[in-house]
């Protein structure tokens, strides 16, 4: 949408917001993930707004995409469904026939359930929903290169491996009507996945081993509290919600280490594992007030939010050493990786938001839609880091250029401001005959996203958790004007390299740097359009 990335875009279900903030991929639980973000079956409607959507929708720079979900009624309702697939209605690709090898494994079942209806006639209902998504896929390990020297070698590590994906989706819902003017719905939904993946064929790679796989597992919690009040002259909606997100790809080989012979194969055990943890819990409230005369007549609609977020991090790379041969001689290691140090992070972040917008019929031609936005985070860029002395030190070693200035990126805890994200949202349709035929609309609107936790940990993360990079070669001499370690088969262990690190120049970690005025990504879209209605239904 807008020429964005999946990261500009948001998911509200309920009201509740599914904004991922620790990790790049938009939607909390889509990172790498084959699954959906809710049960399907327990949507009653959705909407997907590309551009010019209103003030009330927040942390977007592209598309925004909001549901309602089903309640129960008076009458017990339910429903089921199931659909399935495997390899035997599928086609061999043209690689599985060429080299003569069976069609790869793969089944796809999916299936659910909902029910719904009362508990108390006429005041509290029920609605329940489950789905489940089932996939064997297969993904080909081949290696880089058929020389007899790595076939005798590597040659069982080839061939086509199961890629198992299970997604469990639970939805529950009860609605109690206590009078004729209030609504309160209480829900819970849970999404679960594990993902065995990371191995085989990638961006035309075929050379990782299911040896080095991880397990994906993706779970996501949200609970929902939300009273909705009907008056004569307006409408209040206020809701309390908590999301729990936790993204955690696992090595099925933690004791392993990784082992690459460049552009032939990799093998050992994923070279890392990761925890990651954010949680949501978050106060909104929504005002509505229709039919204010006024030089027309307006809608108006009015709300705040406050959010408070907490981040966990526990990064493994590199527990276990990786060890990279490149040829033309194999013999032994050219670099090793190792990661040591505290691999923990956490951190706070506070979100405040406002808006008001204004749906003006001005005539009974034209409406207006006139909206602005307030957004203000207080951790979004790691804006109380200091920076180690050593690290400004080796900033201020850097030479000054006419786009690098090493004071820009050395902080004391006070020289990243925090940013306030001030959004107009303008918008307006105007019937040319005032029969609904010929429409011209058009509008204006300031988006901003907002920048992940991931993309600013590393600067502190690399501090207390650094990777070592080993440089070795047979005799120790330079290469490429770096300097090198004699290989020694002492190297071939974590224990090893530990002890190298401690005597040796080689080892050390790298240094990463934010740009203290670094801003959030924002988007500002314009559209201009006509609508024409010809004959009675087209």
């Not at 809701?239 to 090595?251: E, G, I, V």
């Not at 200035?405 to 940013?419: A, C, L, M, S, V």
């Not at 120049?505 to 934010?514: C, D, I, K, N, S």
Request: net charge negative.
């Amino acid at each position: 949408s807008g020429a964005s990335t999946p990261a500009a875009v948001n998911v509200f279900i309920d009201g509740v917001n599914l904004k991922n903030t620790v990790l790049d991929q938009g939607v909390a639980g889509q990172q790498d993930s084959r699954g959906n973000p809710f049960a399907q079956l327990a949507v009653q409607e959705f909407r997907v707004i590309t551009q010019n959507y209103k003030a009330e929708y927040e942390q977007a720079a592209a598309a925004i995409v909001t549901s309602v979900t089903k309640s129960g009624s008076n009458i017990f309702h339910g429903e089921a469904f199931g659909a399935y697939t495997d390899q035997s209605m599928m086609a061999r690709d043209i690689f599985d026939v060429r080299a003569d090898r069976p069609k790869p494994k793969f089944k796809r079942v999916q299936y659910g359930a909902g029910f719904g209806g009362p508990i108390i006639r006429d005041r509290l209902f029920f609605y329940g929903a489950y789905e489940g998504n089932d996939q064997d896929r297969a993904s080909r390990v081949t290696l880089g290169s058929q020389d007899p020297f790595f076939v005798n070698q590597f040659g069982h590590l080839e061939g086509n491996f199961n890629t198992p994906f299970r997604g469990d989706l639970y939805f529950g819902k009860l609605t109690f009507l206590p009078d004729d003017a209030s609504t309160i719905d209480l829900s819970f939904s849970r999404r679960e996945e594990t993902d065995i993946t990371g191995f085989g064929c990638a961006f035309g790679n075929c050379t990782n081993s299911y040896e080095v796989a991880e397990n994906k597992i993706n779970t996501i919690d949200t609970y929902l509290a939300k009273w909705t009040y009907r008056a004569d002259r307006f409408l209040n909606e206020m809701s309390f919600d908590f999301l729990d997100y936790n993204y955690n790809p696992t090595s099925l080989s933690p004791d392993s280490p990784t082992f690459e012979y460049q552009g032939v194969i990799t093998f050992g055990g994923k070279d890392g594992s990761q925890d990651i943890k954010q949680r949501n819990y978050t106060f909104r409230d929504d005002l509505t007030i229709p039919d204010l005369e006024m030089w027309g007549s307006h809608t108006v609609k009015a709300g705040f939010k406050v959010s408070l977020q907490d981040y966990e991090f526990n990064k493994l790379f590199f527990v276990q050493p990786k060890y990279i041969f490149r040829g033309p001689d194999y013999s032994f290691p050219q670099q090793a990786l190792l990661g040591l140090g505290d691999p923990q992070i956490s951190a706070e972040n506070n979100i405040w938001g406002a808006y008001i917008q204004d749906d003006w019929d001005v005539t009974s031609k034209l409406q207006l839609n006139l909206g602005i936005r307030w957004d203000f985070e207080t951790n979004m860029f790691n804006n109380k880091y200091k920076t180690p002395a050593n690290a400004a030190a080796a900033l201020r070693a850097m030479p000054k250029t006419f786009y690098f200035d090493p004071e820009d990126y050395i902080t004391d805890g006070d020289d990243r401001p925090i940013f306030d994200m001030i959004q107009p949202r303008l918008g307006f349709n105007y019937d040319v005959n005032d029969d609904q035929r010929t429409v011209v609309f058009g509008g204006y609107g300031r988006y901003y996203d907002r920048n992940v936790f991931n993309n600013t940990l590393d600067e502190q993360f690399r501090l207390q958790y650094s990777i070592g990079r080993f440089e070795f070669s047979s005799d120790g001499s330079p290469r490429n004007g770096q300097p090198t370690v004699m290989w020694n088969p002492a190297y071939l262990t974590r224990e090893g390299l530990i002890a190298l690190q401690q005597s040796a120049f080689t080892g050390l970690p790298e240094l990463f740097a934010v740009k203290n005025n670094a801003k959030p990504p924002r988007t500002d879209q314009f559209s201009l359009g006509v609508r024409q209605k010809f004959g009675g239904d087209w």
